[in-house]
């Protein structure tokens, strides 16, 4: 018995993106080459970017593709930090952000100077806007996850975007976790801003739907020119430089529209799994409690508080049940750290090693939910002794 509840980690490869990227590697040639080859190439990887263009709502030469999200989210954050006008070094960084973030203002920090301003969570996981809005004044960048990873919270990004605006600071979204969840609409969340500030950059990942590790995307409004990370052929607006890869734009881009084609039934699908997963936890262990927001959450995301147990231990004892979940956050040296995440919602480090994240995808079913409502009391038995 094999049931993947892990989703939010990565999501399997889907059979059209597999094609896709086996079809676009039988193409030799270099997009970059004059050649009928390299025109061949060419065609692939702009028609990909139209594509990905399309679902997310931008113009396809506001679509950079990158080696993933984590590198998007360092090309946005760092760039827009290095492009900032004279005399201003903060960074508004929500508390409980990515690690791709969070690292990425934290080494600005240590070595350039970067001055970061940190923005309060509620309980529930959702950015405090007033705070966001008072943070912004005078700030270079400022950044913000649409949904969160491991609890699930989805923010407005319709108000951040605007508060940025409104503050002349350039916005970054990092919309890894909602591609495919929830629609991703560049224009729709940019609004009508016209000045220096307002929403820049959105990124996103190709295997959080179902194409490849390694390739992601970031949207880049026309109106600003991020320092690139790296330097050399001057491929996508000189923004990200290096041979492009077809193979990986190509099964992005099937991807995206298959998951986006597919989103609102999906949705409503997995809703409802992870409400009645859920409820069979709160019926067999009255001691969890489901942390985020209830209402504005990720829809195949359940993340679970066992105060009594520790989440590691669970995790691996659902593991020996042939059941792959998560605590959500980072593990160092093979010892998972207490949430970030969990720690920003106001909850304490003992609290913040007692979770798992239940992420619910493509391949769920109810047959999957059954079971892990079956195995969890005695693994949650187990798991409180041996604390
Ligand atoms: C919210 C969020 N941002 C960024 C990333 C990094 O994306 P990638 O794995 O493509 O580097 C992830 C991946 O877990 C994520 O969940």
Same mark, same amino acid.
Request: hydrophobic share 50%.
């Given at each position: 018995?094999?049931?993947?509840?892990?989703?939010?980690?990565?999501?399997?490869?889907?059979?059209?993106?597999?094609?896709?990227?086996?079809?676009?590697?039988?193409?030799?040639?270099?997009?970059?080459?004059?050649?009928?080859?390299?025109? @061949? $190439?060419? *065609?692939?990887?702009?028609?990909?970017?139209?594509?990905?263009? +399309? =679902? !997310?709502?931008?113009? /396809? %030469?506001?679509?950079?593709?990158?080696?993933?999200?984590?590198?998007?989210?360092?090309?946005?954050?760092?760039?827009?930090?290095?492009?900032?006008?004279?005399?201003?070094?903060?960074?508004?960084?929500?508390?409980?952000?990515?690690?791709?973030?969070?690292?990425?203002?934290?080494?600005?920090?240590?070595?350039?100077?970067?001055?970061?301003?940190?923005?309060?969570?509620?309980?529930?996981?959702?950015?405090?806007?007033?705070?966001?809005?008072?943070?912004?004044?005078?700030?270079?960048?400022?950044?913000?996850?649409?949904?969160?990873?491991?609890?699930?919270?989805?923010?407005?990004?319709?108000?951040?975007?605007? @508060? $940025?605006? *409104?503050?002349?600071?350039?916005?970054?979204?990092?919309?890894? +976790? =909602? !591609?495919?969840?929830? /629609? %991703?609409?560049?224009?729709?969340?940019?609004?009508?801003?016209?000045?220096?500030?307002?929403?820049?950059?959105?990124?996103?990942?190709?295997?959080?739907?179902?194409?490849?590790?390694?390739?992601?995307?970031?949207?880049?409004?026309?109106?600003?020119?991020?320092?690139?990370?790296?330097?050399?052929?001057?491929?996508?607006?000189?923004?990200?430089?290096?041979?492009?890869?077809?193979?990986?734009?190509?099964?992005?881009?099937?991807?995206?529209?298959?998951?986006?084609?597919?989103?609102?039934?999906?949705?409503?699908?997995?809703?409802?799994?992870?409400?009645?997963?859920?409820?069979?936890?709160?019926?067999?262990?009255? $001691?969890?409690?489901?942390?985020?927001?209830?209402?504005?959450?990720?829809?195949?995301? !359940?993340?679970?508080?066992?105060?009594?147990?520790?989440?590691?231990?669970?995790?691996?004892?659902?593991?020996?049940?042939?059941?792959?979940?998560?605590?959500?956050?980072?593990?160092?040296?093979?010892?998972?750290?207490?949430?970030?995440?969990?720690?920003?919602?106001?909850?304490?480090?003992?609290?913040?090693?007692?979770?798992?994240?239940?992420?619910?995808?493509?391949?769920?079913?109810?047959?999957?939910?059954?079971?892990?409502?079956?195995?969890?009391?005695?693994?949650?038995?187990?798991?409180?002794?041996?604390?």
């Amino acid at each position: 018995m094999s049931i993947y509840l892990d989703h939010a980690a990565t999501t399997p490869l889907r059979p059209e993106a597999r094609d896709a990227w086996l079809a676009a590697q039988e193409i030799v040639g270099n997009a970059s080459s004059i050649h009928g080859g390299g025109q @061949a $190439a060419r *065609r692939v990887l702009e028609g990909s970017r139209e594509r990905l263009a +399309a =679902v !997310l709502d931008c113009d /396809p %030469v506001e679509v950079v593709f990158t080696s993933g999200g984590t590198e998007a989210v360092n090309l946005a954050v760092k760039g827009l930090w290095w492009a900032r006008p004279a005399g201003v070094d903060a960074i508004v960084l929500p508390d409980g952000e990515h690690h791709a973030t969070t690292d990425a203002v934290a080494w600005l920090a240590a070595s350039q100077g970067a001055v970061v301003r940190a923005v309060p969570l509620d309980p529930l996981g959702r950015i405090r806007l007033d705070a966001f809005a008072e943070a912004l004044p005078g700030a270079a960048v400022a950044t913000a996850l649409v949904a969160n990873n491991e609890v699930g919270t989805v923010q407005d990004p319709v108000a951040l975007a605007a @508060a $940025a605006a *409104r503050a002349g600071v350039p916005l970054h979204l990092d919309a890894v +976790a =909602v !591609l495919g969840h929830l /629609p %991703v609409s560049f224009r729709r969340w940019r609004g009508d801003a016209a000045g220096p500030g307002g929403l820049m950059a959105v990124s996103v990942s190709a295997h959080k739907v179902g194409a490849p590790v390694g390739v992601g995307a970031l949207v880049v409004a026309r109106q600003v020119s991020p320092t690139p990370l790296f330097h050399g052929g001057g491929q996508q607006r000189g923004l990200r430089a290096g041979t492009q890869d077809i193979a990986g734009a190509a099964a992005f881009a099937v991807s995206a529209e298959l998951a986006e084609s597919e989103r609102e039934a999906e949705a409503r699908r997995l809703s409802a799994l992870r409400d009645a997963l859920a409820d069979s936890i709160r019926s067999t262990l009255p $001691a969890a409690a489901v942390l985020g927001d209830p209402l504005e959450r990720l829809p195949g995301n !359940l993340h679970v508080l066992f105060p009594q147990a520790s989440g590691e231990t669970l995790l691996f004892l659902l593991d020996q049940a042939g059941i792959s979940v998560s605590t959500g956050s980072a593990c160092q040296a093979g010892v998972a750290e207490p949430s970030h995440v969990v720690l920003a919602l106001g909850r304490d480090e003992r609290e913040a090693r007692s979770v798992l994240r239940f992420s619910l995808g493509r391949t769920s079913s109810e047959a999957d939910i059954a079971a892990v409502a079956a195995a969890l009391p005695a693994a949650y038995e187990r798991a409180v002794a041996a604390r």
